[in-house]
């Protein structure tokens, strides 16, 4: 699942805008933006359910490597206590259990790295996916208002208007597009588009300011240094 979800990510970001109008015979370019932006958004939820399992596993083995690492000190403690009262056998015992924790505590520590390692990796993908996501629709846009900017000069009317045939051409650019997406390993429009939710839509939105603020004050900062 980790291996063909990469996959898939790495295949969207590196799609292109322009390249993939281009592959479509005679698709409508607002069909196929429309159905390109769903198919990174089902990406983009895809990728966060991963990165939500990811976190409740990391999570799990926190919580687990610190309930071990408190009974192995409780432990440590009851030794002493049993070979004080000259009761060695609860000793050893009670260090037959130390060695068990012993034996968990560095498969719990890996478990934890793993996956906070599996969480950065994730949320990596979310965030160059919805970059993605802003890049293909501003190239999008560019090139409708392009090719409607052509249209006009020679008289035609501009691609995607309301004319006899637009529905039929419509159905071409989804079974074109499927097509193409096929041959790249993608999923086409087939999928269900669950979308983003508002407020973690803006949460994302918030946070990219923020970076870019803050960036920006330490540009602010170098600049007056000099």
Request: glycine share 8%.
């Amino acid at each position: 699942m980790a291996d063909s979800l990469g996959v898939r990510v790495g295949r969207i970001i590196s799609a292109s805008a322009h390249a993939l109008i281009d592959q479509v015979e005679g698709a409508l370019p607002d069909a196929v933006m429309q159905q390109t932006l769903r198919e990174i958004d089902a990406a983009i939820d895809e990728v966060r359910t991963e990165l939500g399992k990811a976190i409740a596993s990391r999570h799990l083995a926190s919580k687990r490597l610190t309930e071990q690492s408190s009974r192995h000190e409780d432990l440590s403690e009851q030794v002493e206590i049993a070979l004080g009262q000259g009761r060695e056998d609860l000793a050893k015992a009670a260090i037959e259990s130390q060695l068990d924790i012993e034996a968990q505590v560095p498969v719990l520590e890996s478990t934890v790295a793993d996956t906070a390692s599996r969480e950065r990796e994730l949320e990596g993908y979310v965030a160059a996916l919805q970059a993605k996501r802003r890049e293909m629709e501003d190239g999008f846009q560019s090139l409708l208002a392009a090719r409607k900017y052509a249209a006009e000069k020679v008289g035609a009317a501009p691609l995607g208007g309301n004319g006899p045939g637009v529905a039929r051409r419509i159905d071409d650019a989804t079974t074109a597009f499927n097509r193409v997406m096929a041959r790249e390993g993608g999923s086409g429009v087939g999928r269900v588009d669950r979308g983003l939710d508002s407020r973690l839509a803006e949460l994302d939105r918030l946070s990219r300011q923020n970076r870019v603020e803050e960036r920006l004050a330490t540009l602010r900062a170098k600049v007056a240094k000099d």
